[in-house]
């Protein structure tokens, strides 16, 4: 997954495998570690690391 905006990539950093493990943007290299599937559960998308096998999530945060 690219942003146009940037032109960097999703990736998982320092390649953990931990959940909870940081995503980043970062140059592309089409390692495992920045290739994610699209998985359709019901009517919405879910984002599935290709490299982990974990779901991305996004953290609560109390200042948002």
Not at 9 to 32: M, N, P, W
């Amino acid at each position: 997954i690219t942003s146009v905006y940037s032109g960097k990539t999703l990736d998982v950093l320092f390649c953990s495998r931990e959940k909870g493990a940081k995503i980043i943007q970062y140059q592309t290299h089409k390692h495992l570690n920045q290739r994610w599937n699209l998985i359709r559960i019901g009517n919405v998308f879910a984002i599935k690391s290709v490299f982990t096998g974990l779901f991305l999530d996004i953290k609560k945060d109390k200042r948002c």
